[in-house]
């Protein structure tokens, strides 16, 4: 099944914990974050991206409105996560030509890009 | 409905792309790393904090032995994701009681916090 699943559709109350699952979570920081036409063309690679068949489940968002406070980075332009079912499901993304193309296409777009990969496998 | 819900189990197959939600990572990084009862107090009172009922999923995990690469970050102690359906459920959780519990107990154990909030709404 292929799909777009509102959250709220998703889960109806109460608390969800997932589990077995390795989250990879990038940060972009565009190199114009003013140019709606290259944050355009990363949200649609990024919709492109997760095609890849080994990701489970996926959110792409931006800066959201929250309280400005010391520990809270609201300087990136582009929040993508992945989640896959394993560390080797991760592994079969990275060299994945959709990936590759990817990256290929939109890497001049960017100036930083952080991963914070984690798991409770 | 409250429970672990693994990650193969919830979604069978393909693109899965959550939609409409307000999404909260945060990375601790322990004073004691390498302190297993910190890390267990820390992960123990996180079990508590996705209690809150605004808090629709979550994930709780540790850095993943994924590639060393420059853009990948491995040094944080502690990952955490809350997904919320606004950034209202976000703020009513900001001062929610058990949160604030939390923090009360609990920030003695690290010397930083990065909190990212993106939002697809």
Do not use: C
Not at 23 to 32: A, I, T, Y
Not at 33 to 47: F, I, S, Y
């Amino acid at each position: 099944m292929a799909g777009l699943i509102p959250l709220s559709n998703q889960v109806s109350a109460g608390e969800i914990k997932i589990t077995g699952a390795l989250v990879h979570h990038v940060f972009f920081w565009l190199n114009e974050p003013e140019n709606k036409e290259h944050l355009k063309q990363l949200l649609d690679g990024l919709n492109q991206l997760i095609k890849v068949e080994t990701i489970k489940m996926s959110h792409i968002g931006l800066p959201a409105s929250t309280e400005e406070r010391d520990v809270v980075d609201h300087s990136y332009s582009v929040s993508y996560i992945a989640f896959f079912d394993s560390k080797e499901d991760q592994d079969i993304y990275q060299t994945h030509p959709i990936h590759l193309k990817f990256v290929e296409e939109n890497s001049n777009l960017w100036n930083k890009v952080v991963v914070y990969d984690s798991t409770d496998i």
